[in-house]
């Protein structure tokens, strides 16, 4: 399955990013307005969305990505890109 078709399907991305301060930007079919074609484009819908600042994405130390179906039921959390990607094409 695609990013494409998991959101379209109802699927919900949360990317988490660790910094000195904490920041997050979640993805979902209202809000995708992109073709995402990874879970490291949210990385840069985040910032062209400015849930981060520039310099923060500079200085950011790791990033993982929790997975939900359409009824918010946590299909898999703390995933880096590869095992989100994985995960999500595996469906």
């Not at 969305?49 to 703390?78: I, K, M, P």
């Amino acid at each position: 399955m695609t990013i494409k078709e998991f959101l379209a399907d109802g699927g919900r991305i949360n990317a988490r990013w660790d910094f000195t301060d904490f920041a997050s930007h979640e993805v979902d079919q209202s809000n995708s307005t992109e073709n995402f074609s990874s879970v490291d484009d949210i990385v840069q819908d985040a910032i062209e969305q400015g849930s981060f600042s520039e310099n923060q994405e500079f200085n950011r130390c790791s990033e993982t990505f929790d997975l939900y179906d359409s009824d918010g039921n946590e299909l898999a959390t703390d995933l880096d890109e590869d095992e989100a990607n994985s995960f999500i094409a595996n469906l």
